[in-house]
T-cell receptor, first 116, second 111 residues
């Protein structure tokens, strides 16, 4: 596809359940980012991948959150034992070059997670 | 910690220029100023960035003061589709991977 694709667009789950959110970046983009956006707030950084490895996971709030990018393309954000406070829009972005370049980030439309 | 300060909201009449200010008084020499916007229910969209010179592209102009402590994003002829939240971000090109968005300025373009 032409842009960053995120699935599902909406996910409703119950407290304590496990959730996976998928991001398909723009083809050829080596850098991939996950952000989380709560209502009325700006996006908050979670994790950054350069290729297959997590180059910076300093934004992950706790060990219930984990992300992988096994082949350097598609990434999955995994949330264990979901809590109501995890409800937010999870945004994925990709960039053609490594973090630290001046290239722009291309964002997907996000996955809205609601934990009941 | 926030590196930028923006007004929470602004209005602009359709067809007029929208001037969105941003203060970044602690900006360091290797930090760029980026602007992104987020239209309702969409992901953020890159607008423009600059280091110290003024920049212009098809979407907007970026005016950076000589001391680099503040900047202004200019949308020359605002349309209703420009209604969005506008984020001013400073980013170190040499290492930081994290774009810190803050809460931005909600621009409403009025017919």
């Amino acid at each position: 596809g032409a842009g960053v694709s995120q699935t599902p667009s909406n996910k409703v789950t119950e407290k304590g359940k496990y959730v996976e959110l998928r991001c398909d970046p723009i083809s050829g983009h080596t850098a991939l980012y996950w952000y989380r956006q709560s209502l009325g707030q700006g996006p908050e950084f979670l994790i950054y991948f350069q290729g297959t490895g997590a180059a910076d996971d300093s934004g992950l709030p706790n060990d219930r959150f984990f992300a992988v990018r096994p082949e350097g393309s598609v990434s999955t954000l995994k949330i264990q034992r979901t809590e109501r406070g995890d409800s937010a829009v999870y945004l994925c972005a990709s960039s053609p070059l490594a973090g630290g370049s001046t290239r722009e980030l291309f964002f997907g439309e996000g996955s809205r997670l609601t934990v009941l | 910690d926030a590196k930028t300060t923006q007004p929470p909201s602004m209005d602009c009449a359709e067809g007029r220029a929208a001037n969105l200010p941003c203060n970044h008084s602690t900006i360091s020499g290797n930090e760029y100023v980026y602007w992104y916007r987020q239209i309702h229910s969409q992901g953020p969209q890159y607008i423009i960035h600059g280091l110290k010179n003024n920049e212009t592209n098809e979407m907007a102009s970026l005016i950076i003061t000589e001391d680099r402590k503040s900047s202004t994003l200019i949308l020359p002829h605002a349309t209703l589709r420009d209604t969005a939240v506008y984020y001013c971000i400073v980013r170190d090109q040499t290492g930081a991977n994290n774009l810190f968005f803050g809460t931005g300025t909600r621009l409403t373009v009025i017919p």
